[in-house]
Each structure stands twice: as structure tokens, then as C-alpha cells.
């Protein structure tokens, strides 16, 4: 068995730290203190993971000051501890303020030594989650940024990344909408050979169907009505880098031939132009709705799909990523304390409702949610009313049909306008719905892009 992990006791009564000790000592190595600076000395020495912190500490036993001095000196020495305060059984208000004040938990006197076990475990794995995800992102170096995570499924993306990386073959990203495929992209760009080129990036489902060669291929001057002056596409500024074609599966058919003739000799001609240039891209494409379900419907080209499919790469839902939904929810939360500098972290009851719920929406739908708590929350900890979930995890219920209705309404329209990846005409197909009456919910739920 490995060295046992530190846990500092800090209480100034001698009894209770017996009992403690006691309880805990089997599975960690425990430190006491009685008062701050024997507190603090500790903090120095042995940099605890784990701390239970009693707030009443003397001069000032009813006070909880001694107590909420050391969790700031605590909160600078060491910031990844995890520090578990006690507070009296009738003062909810300190306990708050105290995970406000960087706190993992609180528990009320008398401690039930059953349930400080079971914090300090959780306690302890998270800290553990945070420690493998910092050792991650520092052995991989730069390419996974953004990427936050260190799930077993999210090892398996990783993993590809870095195999996939280095050769300039055209690799498939297939996952849901919001799971994160142009981050993945990006990764595989930073980590190959073409890292110091561009990384260009086009949605297929977002450009009207009509302007997409344009787009890709670029226009001569006078080439069509309003081409007022030569454009390069994107294949172009890509030049000895990589292009990005998220939702691949949205071209249009004309479109795929024409891709398709490019892959195959690396020449493109914009629209008008009598000569053909010579562009050197590494292709990564992506897409939310499975290629095959496309070729079997006649919606996709059979030979396309085996040329940019040399390798496909598959990013998990949150749902199947476990642990890491936190790891994501907390990094959000201090991406966006910008924008609300009170706020300071999650009521427990808010962690628990995050991991109990299924987020079809992915990680977008957790960082949109978490965003909008911190813009709108009234207090400094963010609860599950706050990021729209009950204290189970679910969606919280309304209180009339009206708004059950109107909640309905405006989730089928977010829904429908992801899967299209914000194309109106398809997200209104999907929904039955004329491009006007979209257009009147767009406004009416405040989706409308200002």
C-alpha cells in the first residue's frame, strides 16, 4: 500500500480531536493543530490535501474569525486543499460564507463521524481528479488546452490525438452536438507537423447552400452578381495548414463532387477563374449525424466518406465522462466569474445536481447553463435553481402549464437549431414550422442573434 494521504485536524478541543483521530486514522495520516498558528504551520509543512477546519477556535470561540482567518491563509498557502469546515448546528450563514471563502463542504456539531468519513472521501477523489487532470495537461504539453477532462473515455481521445497527430492523413470527428469536436480539431493541429500553419474552420450547415462554393473555393471579380472584387476561399487561406469542415454531412450534393475532385488532386478553381492553384491542406472533418444513416438515404457520397474517414475518432457525450462534468462545470465557473466577480463557487446541493443530471446538450449546454447562472445568480454561490435544475439533477419543474409549455417550446427550438447547427431553413423543417414563425420564437425566447 502507498503512503497514506495527509489530513490536518484543526480543533481546540483536545477531546474531540481524540475522537477524530480515532475515526479517521485508519485510511489517513493524521496532522493536529489546536490554534492558528500551529494551523498554519502545519499548512507549511505538510501542505495537507485534506483539512477539517472547527471555525470556533479561540480568542474568539463564537465568533468563527480565528476560523475564517486560517481558510483564507489556507485558501493562499495551498489552493488545491480540500477544507471541510465544522460550524454550530444552528449557523448555516458561517458555513456558507465559509465555502464561499474556498470551503469544500461543511458539516454542523456534533460531527457524525459516519458522514465525515464519506465527505472526506468525496473530498479526496476530487482532489485526485484535479491533481491527474493538472499532471495531464502538463505532460501533453500545449495541444490539449482547452480540453478539460481525464475520464477514462476522454484517455481514449487523447490517446488518438496523439497517434493521429503527426501524419497529415484526413481524420473523421463523429460525436453529438456539444461534445466538443472543433476543440478536438484544434488539438490534432497543435500537436502535428503543420502546427505554425492556419487552422481554418467552416460550417457546412450554417452557410446557405447557395454560397458555399464561394465560401470554400472563392470568386473572381465579376464572376456573379455582388462578386465586386476577387475572394479567396477558405481551401486557400488554409494553405499548408488545416481546414476544418464541421458538419460535413450538410453539403450539399453538387458540393461533394466538387470537395471530392479537390481531395482527390489537391487543385481548385474559384468560381469564375480560368486557372487551377495548387493547395496543400490537411482535411479534419465532423459531424454530428452519422455518415453511414447519409450514404444509405443517398444524402452523402459513398466515395467522399472513405476519403475523409482514413481515420475516425469518436468524442464521448458528457453523460459517459463521469467525473469530469465537474472538472468542466468548476472551470467554466472561473472562465466566467468575469462577469460577476461575487460569485465564488457551487453550493454542494449545486455539485450534486450537475452530476445527477444527463446534459443531452453536452458540454456546451453545461457551459451556456453555468454562464447564465453566474450572469444571473443573486448570491455569491451558484445553486441548482440557478443553473435551471432541481436539487435531484432534473430540469426543475414549472409551476403552470403556460411555462411548462413555453419551456418545451424553447428547448425543441435550441434543440432543433443545434442539430442544424443554426441553419433556420433545416432547424424549421425539423420543427414543422415556416422560417417566419422560427424567426418569431427566435425573438420570443431572446434566441435571436443581435
Same mark, same amino acid.
Given at each position: 500500500?502507498?503512503?497514506? +494521504?495527509?489530513?490536518?485536524?484543526?480543533?481546540?478541543?483536545?477531546?474531540?480531536?481524540?475522537?477524530?483521530?480515532?475515526?479517521?486514522?485508519?485510511?489517513?495520516?493524521?496532522?493536529?493543530?489546536?490554534?492558528?498558528?500551529?494551523?498554519?504551520?502545519?499548512?507549511?509543512?505538510?501542505?495537507?490535501?485534506?483539512?477539517?477546519?472547527?471555525? %470556533?477556535?479561540?480568542?474568539?470561540?463564537?465568533?468563527?474569525?480565528?476560523?475564517?482567518?486560517?481558510?483564507?491563509?489556507?485558501?493562499?498557502?495551498?489552493?488545491?486543499?480540500?477544507?471541510?469546515?465544522?460550524?454550530?448546528?444552528?449557523?448555516?450563514?458561517?458555513?456558507?460564507?465559509?465555502?464561499?471563502?474556498?470551503?469544500?463542504?461543511?458539516?454542523?456539531?456534533?460531527?457524525?463521524?459516519?458522514?465525515? !468519513?464519506?465527505?472526506?472521501?468525496?473530498?479526496?477523489?476530487?482532489?485526485?481528479?484535479?491533481?491527474?487532470?493538472?499532471?495531464?495537461?502538463?505532460?501533453?504539453?500545449?495541444?490539449?488546452?482547452?480540453?478539460?477532462?481525464?475520464?477514462?473515455?476522454?484517455?481514449?481521445?487523447?490517446?488518438?490525438?496523439?497517434?493521429? =497527430?503527426?501524419?497529415?492523413?484526413?481524420?473523421?470527428?463523429?460525436?453529438?452536438?456539444?461534445?466538443?469536436?472543433?476543440?478536438? =480539431?484544434?488539438?490534432?493541429?497543435?500537436?502535428?507537423?503543420?502546427?505554425?500553419?492556419?487552422?481554418?474552420?467552416?460550417?457546412?450547415?450554417?452557410?446557405?447552400? +447557395?454560397?458555399?462554393?464561394?465560401?470554400?473555393?472563392?470568386?473572381? !471579380?465579376?464572376?456573379?452578381?455582388?462578386?465586386?472584387?476577387?475572394?479567396?476561399?477558405?481551401?486557400?487561406?488554409?494553405?499548408?495548414?488545416?481546414?476544418?469542415?464541421?458538419?460535413?454531412?450538410?453539403?450539399?450534393?453538387?458540393?461533394?463532387?466538387?470537395?471530392?475532385?479537390?481531395?482527390?488532386?489537391?487543385?481548385?478553381?474559384?468560381?469564375?477563374?480560368?486557372?487551377?492553384?495548387?493547395?496543400?491542406?490537411?482535411?479534419?472533418?465532423?459531424?454530428?449525424?452519422?455518415?453511414?444513416?447519409?450514404?444509405?438515404? %443517398?444524402?452523402?457520397?459513398?466515395?467522399?466518406?472513405?476519403?475523409?474517414?482514413?481515420?475516425?475518432?469518436?468524442?464521448?457525450?458528457?453523460?459517459?465522462?463521469?467525473?469530469?462534468?465537474?472538472?468542466?462545470?468548476? =472551470?467554466?465557473?472561473?472562465?466566467?466569474?468575469?462577469?460577476? +466577480?461575487?460569485?465564488?463557487?457551487?453550493?454542494?446541493? =449545486?455539485?450534486?445536481?450537475?452530476?445527477?443530471?444527463?446534459?443531452?446538450?453536452?458540454?456546451?449546454?453545461?457551459?451556456?447553463?453555468?454562464?447564465?447562472?453566474?450572469?444571473?445568480?443573486?448570491?455569491?454561490?451558484?445553486?441548482?435553481?440557478?443553473?435551471?435544475?432541481?436539487?435531484? %439533477?432534473?430540469?426543475?419543474?414549472?409551476?403552470?402549464?403556460?411555462?411548462?409549455?413555453?419551456?418545451?417550446? !424553447?428547448?425543441?427550438?435550441?434543440?432543433?437549431?443545434?442539430?442544424?447547427?443554426?441553419?433556420?431553413?433545416?432547424?424549421?423543417?425539423?420543427?414543422?414550422?415556416?422560417?417566419?414563425?422560427?424567426?418569431?420564437?427566435?425573438? !420570443?425566447?431572446?434566441?435571436?442573434?443581435?
Amino acid at each position: 500500500m502507498g503512503m497514506k +494521504t495527509v489530513l490536518l485536524l484543526v480543533d481546540d478541543d483536545a477531546e474531540i480531536r481524540e475522537q477524530m483521530k480515532w475515526a479517521l486514522i485508519s485510511d489517513y495520516t493524521v496532522v493536529e493543530a489546536e490554534d492558528r498558528r500551529s494551523a498554519i504551520a502545519a499548512v507549511k509543512r505538510e501542505a495537507p490535501p485534506l483539512v477539517v477546519l472547527d471555525l %470556533g477556535l479561540p480568542p474568539a470561540v463564537d465568533a468563527s474569525t480565528e476560523g475564517f482567518a486560517i481558510l483564507q491563509e489556507i485558501m493562499q498557502l495551498n489552493p488545491s486543499s480540500k477544507v471541510v469546515v465544522v460550524t454550530g448546528n444552528t449557523d448555516r450563514a458561517n458555513a456558507l460564507a465559509a465555502i464561499a471563502g474556498g470551503a469544500y463542504d461543511f458539516l454542523e456539531k456534533p460531527v457524525q463521524l459516519d458522514l465525515l !468519513k464519506t465527505v472526506l472521501q468525496r473530498a479526496w477523489h476530487v482532489a485526485s481528479l484535479e491533481q491527474e487532470n493538472q499532471a495531464l495537461r502538463e505532460n501533453v504539453g500545449g495541444g490539449f488546452d482547452e480540453l478539460l477532462g481525464i475520464s477514462p473515455a476522454m484517455q481514449v481521445v487523447y490517446d488518438k490525438i496523439r497517434r493521429v =497527430a503527426g501524419a497529415s492523413v484526413p481524420v473523421l470527428i463523429q460525436g453529438e452536438t456539444g461534445t466538443g469536436k472543433e476543440l478536438v =480539431a484544434r488539438a490534432i493541429h497543435r500537436q502535428g507537423l503543420r502546427k505554425d500553419g492556419p487552422f481554418v474552420a467552416i460550417n457546412c450547415g450554417a452557410i446557405p447552400d +447557395t454560397l458555399i462554393e464561394s465560401e470554400l473555393f472563392g470568386h473572381e !471579380k465579376g464572376s456573379f452578381t455582388g462578386a465586386h472584387k476577387l475572394q479567396r476561399g477558405k481551401v486557400e487561406f488554409a494553405h499548408q495548414g488545416t481546414l476544418f469542415l464541421d458538419e460535413i454531412g450538410d453539403l450539399p450534393m453538387a458540393m461533394q463532387v466538387k470537395l471530392l475532385r479537390f481531395l482527390q488532386d489537391g487543385m481548385i478553381e474559384r468560381i469564375g477563374g480560368r486557372e487551377s492553384l495548387r493547395v496543400d491542406v490537411r482535411i479534419i472533418a465532423a459531424t454530428n449525424v452519422p455518415l453511414q444513416e447519409a450514404m444509405e438515404k %443517398g444524402r452523402f457520397r459513398e466515395d467522399l466518406f472513405y476519403r475523409v474517414g482514413v481515420v475516425e475518432l469518436v468524442v464521448p457525450p458528457l453523460s459517459e465522462r463521469g467525473e469530469d462534468v465537474l472538472i468542466l462545470a468548476r =472551470a467554466f465557473l472561473s472562465r466566467y466569474r468575469t462577469l460577476n +466577480t461575487k460569485v465564488t463557487g457551487f453550493l454542494p446541493e =449545486a455539485t450534486e445536481a450537475i452530476r445527477g443530471y444527463g446534459w443531452p446538450g453536452n458540454v456546451r449546454q453545461l457551459e451556456n447553463r453555468v454562464k447564465r447562472a453566474v450572469l444571473m445568480t443573486k448570491g455569491g454561490l451558484l445553486t441548482p435553481e440557478d443553473l435551471e435544475l432541481s436539487p435531484a %439533477g432534473q430540469i426543475s419543474v414549472p409551476i403552470t402549464l403556460r411555462e411548462a409549455r413555453a419551456r418545451l417550446e !424553447k428547448d425543441m427550438v435550441q434543440q432543433a437549431l443545434a442539430v442544424h447547427s443554426g441553419n433556420i431553413t433545416r432547424a424549421a423543417e425539423d420543427l414543422g414550422l415556416s422560417r417566419q414563425s422560427l424567426y418569431d420564437l427566435l425573438q !420570443k425566447y431572446g434566441l435571436a442573434k443581435s
